[in-house]
Nanobody
Framework: QVQLVESGGGLVQAGGSLRLSCTAS????????MAWFRQAPGKEREFAAA????????SYADSVKGRFTISRDNLKNVVYLQMNSLKPEDTAVYYCAATRAWPITSVGMLYWGKGTLVTVSS
């Protein structure tokens, strides 16, 4: 079965940086657009960033634009989320997801990882 496994979460101070990784298996990675979603405590899951199958197109939520960068390595089957200038409101479980469609919608995602927790202290 397709697996998406996130890693790299942890506790950081406000203003700090963190890089999340999502490794895909049992999936032809280069055929899928990839995205990061996040779910803060007590809130609904929301879109954070997405990248097209070949990395040619990226999309970001306004809340993370200019601070987060999504990238992918199709040879390693990995998508990354570089998070800079982190704020306490970035605290959330971050989920990796995959889809064959573009643009990204949460209901259109075919596969989801289990998530990795990012906690940003003030």
């Amino acid at each position: 079965q397709v697996q998406l496994v996130e890693s790299g979460g942890g506790l950081v101070q406000a203003g700090g940086s963190l890089r999340l990784s999502c490794t895909a298996s049992r999936l032809t990675f280069s055929l899928y657009a990839m995205a990061w979603f996040r779910q803060a405590p007590g809130k609904e899951r929301e879109f954070a960033a997405a990248i097209s199958w070949n990395g040619g197109t990226t999309s970001y939520a306004d809340s993370v634009k200019g601070r987060f960068t999504i990238s992918r390595d199709n040879l390693k089957n990995v998508v990354y989320l570089q998070m800079n200038s982190l704020k306490p409101e970035d605290t959330a479980v971050y989920y990796c997801a995959a889809t064959r469609a573009w643009p990204i919608t949460s209901v259109g995602m075919l596969y989801w990882g289990k998530g990795t927790l990012v906690t940003v202290s003030s």
